[in-house]
Structures are given as structure tokens and as C-alpha cells.
């Protein structure tokens, strides 16, 4: 636009310029020189119009460079940002696409400052402020209750008080399931926990955990209540609910041996075993089964002819017949397929049993040097080693943290 205007005044006085007959007159020594104001003011205007378009052209690539300077520091800014707020939730790409969504500094400070609340203690800023989140961007108000919550699991203390103020002072519905969920958790209501995730899962609540491994958690975590009350019907229907949620959860066949086992229903505990062992072979359900059924190391082995404790049962079988050279064999080709103490233990016992002492010397310096420990459940939080699944740890108390090892 003010290329138009100077241009246009320019022209105009140009004319009038060009009417009046006005000329300049020069002399250099004996030189007279005549120019045309008309073309004067012509010439300036186009040095004028090549002055502007130098200074824009300067001005367009500072500006660019700054832009790129900007930009940079904007998308390290909102990595780091996104990064805080996806960290140990397993919907990453959700938390993307939410954070991304905050284009103004102001927005991720505040948002920063309320997280720093919820981790300080004060807890009626942090509700108050996520209940004001809500009302303009819910998913982006449950990332951030979500990120806190998997933050303040940390302290067990302290994430009791949190879900408890937050459970019952968050009047949002949708807002509050995430707090009370994990507060059913905390009191071990399981079935208020089921109600409160299937609520979740209706409006696509967004949470940081897979909600069909959780189902069958709480699912399986109600079995062992209703067994602990001898209800046993209601215990094994609970972990058929659970395995219609998540049909390869691994503590779900352990618990059905153990109900049936306890009622008695030796068939159906040797069946669910058998089932077991061909998709998930484990130490573990090879001795259940072959307390059950003493002579069933051969069923094992055709059930599964690849798996190391299947040649252990059948040594084993073989040293309580006494053929121990049979034994020998078997231990060999365990031996070669894994390196776990189970087997020497094994090897030793047969040592013992054909008396020759300075070979046990030998294999249990060999498994204190070489052995590792066999396949098992241990909590992910403290590293202890437990006999069997539970829906907490019973070292560090640590919810859904117990699991098969291989």
C-alpha cells in the first residue's frame, strides 16, 4: 500500500512538475548541464522503491532467522513438556496429541504449577484448578490427574491422603472415576473398583494403565476375597469374568488349580494344568501337577518335548525307579537347553543318591558360579522373590506389581 501511495503522489507531482516546464540548469566549467526535474523526482522515487525493497528484504530474513530461533526453542520447550506429562503412562500418543494442543507458555506454566501443587500438598488448589481444566479441555485435565497419581505412588503416605481429599472433593464425574478407582484400590473394594472402571471404560476415559489387564486384577483380586470367605462359587465365577476380559492374564489358571484343588476336583485342577504347561510351561505348574498325578512327568514331556524342566521330570521319574543312567541322560539334554538351578539341584540329589561325593562338591561350586535362579513370581517394585501370585506385593505392600519372571 505505500508503494501505491508514493508512487501515486510522485507521479501526480511529476505532472504538474512536467507542465510548469520547470528545468534545472547545471554548469561545470564551461559545461552546461540541463536536467529535467521531472526525471529527478522519476530516479529518487526508483531509489526510494529499491531502498524499501533492500530494507524489507533485510528485515524478511532476520525475521526468518528469529522465527527459526523461536520455533526451536517452542518445540524443545513442548518436548520437554510433553515428555513430562507422557512419562510412565502407557497412552503416550494420546498424551501428544493433548500436550500439543497448548500453544501458549502460559498455559504449560500453569499447568506445571498445578502439578507442583498436587506433589506439595495442596490439595484444595490442585481439585479447584482441575476442576477449571476440566471445563475446557477434560482429557487434558486427566492426563495431568493421571500423571500424578502414577507420580505419588511413590509414597504410599502421602498417595493415600492425595486420592482420599481428591476422591471425595472433585464433583466432576468424569473427572473424579480416576480418583476413585484408585481409592477402591486402597480399601480393596474390588467390586466398587469393577463398577468405577467399567464406568471409564463407557465414556473412554483416559487411564494409565490397560483396562483389561486391570479388569482381570481386580477380577482375580476379588476371587481370593471371596475365597478367603469360603465362597468358592463366587471366587471361580470372578475368574471366569476375568478371563473373558484378558484371557492370557497367567495368575488366572494358578488361582482355578487352586480353588478346584481345594474342592477337591482333582480332574479339573489336572486339566487346567495340562492347558497351562502346553501354552506356558513353568516349573511352578509341572510340580503342582505332578503332586496331583505322581506318575505324569511323561504326560508333561509330550506336552511340552522342548521345555528344560520337562527332561527334570522325567531324571527325576527315572531316579526314584532307579535308573540312573537314564537320569544322567535327561539332566544332560536340560542341561543344554537352560542353566537354571533347578537342574542342578537335581544333578546334585542324583550325586547323592549314587554316593559320589567329590562330584557333589564339584556341582554345587558349579551352580554357586554358573546357576541362575528359575523362573518365578517377584515384585517389580522391591525385587522380593514370592511363592505365588497376589494383587499386592506382601514385602513392600505395592499394588499389581507381582509377576512371572522368566
Known sequence: MIYFIIFALSFLFGIWV???????KLELGNYTI?????FIIFTCVILLFLLITLARFFSSISSTFVNIKNRRRDREELLLFEAFFSIDLDNIENAQKVVK??????????LIKL???????????????????????RNLALLLANKLIVYLKQERVVFQKFIEYCSSSINDKMLSIPFQIEHC?????????????????KFNIFLPFDHKEMFAVFYCALAKQYESKGDFKGAIKSLFRAQSYYATFRPINYLKVELYIKLGKIRKASAVLEAEYAVNPTPQ???IYINLNSKGAERLYNLRPDYYFSYCLLALSSVSSGKYDLASQYLDTAMKKANYMSIYFIVIQLKITLQEHDKVVYW???MGSEALPDPGWKCKNCNRELKQWDHKCS??????CVCYIL
Do not use: Q
Open 101 to 110: 494442543s497448548l500453544n501458549e507458555k502460559s498455559n504449560r506454566l500453569s
Open 18 to 24: 512536467k507542465v510548469s516546464g520547470e528545468v534545472i
Open 364 to 366: 554345587l561350586n558349579k
Open 285 to 287: 505348574s509341572a510340580k
Open 115 to 137: 502439578f507442583n501443587s498436587g506433589k506439595t500438598g495442596n490439595y484444595s488448589f490442585f481439585s479447584n484448578g482441575l476442576t477449571n481444566i476440566a471445563s475446557k479441555n
Open 395 to 400: 514385602n513392600c505392600n505395592s499394588f499389581n
Open 185 to 201: 484400590i486402597l480399601k480393596e473394594d474390588w467390586i466398587n473398583a469393577i463398577l468405577r472402571l467399567k464406568e471409564a471404560v
Open 34 to 38: 540541463s536536467i529535467d526535474l521531472y
